[in-house]
């Protein structure tokens, strides 16, 4: 299942860089994925958002419904 997180947030990170962000994967804990969102992305008011509506909905569509992003400092 780590593979395919990797590779699902590899796809996000393409789209978040259109925009001058990224996102940088910090940990894996079970069904909890943590990541950093850096550039534009880490200082945008809308990053909890981009989190919970973008990246998580994607990993759970993509690899597992059960998992549960959270953010980085």
Do not use: N, W, Y
């Not at 940088?24 to 200082?43: F, H, N, W």
């Amino acid at each position: 299942m780590e593979e395919q997180i990797k590779e699902a947030l590899e796809e996000i990170r393409g789209m978040l860089q259109a925009d001058g962000g990224d996102l940088e994967l910090v940990a894996i804990e079970g069904l909890t994925v943590k990541v950093r969102l850096t550039g534009a992305c880490g200082s945008c008011p809308h990053a909890m958002i981009t989190l919970k509506q973008g990246v998580e909905e994607f990993l759970k569509e993509k690899v597992d419904p059960k998992i549960i992003v959270e953010r980085a400092e």
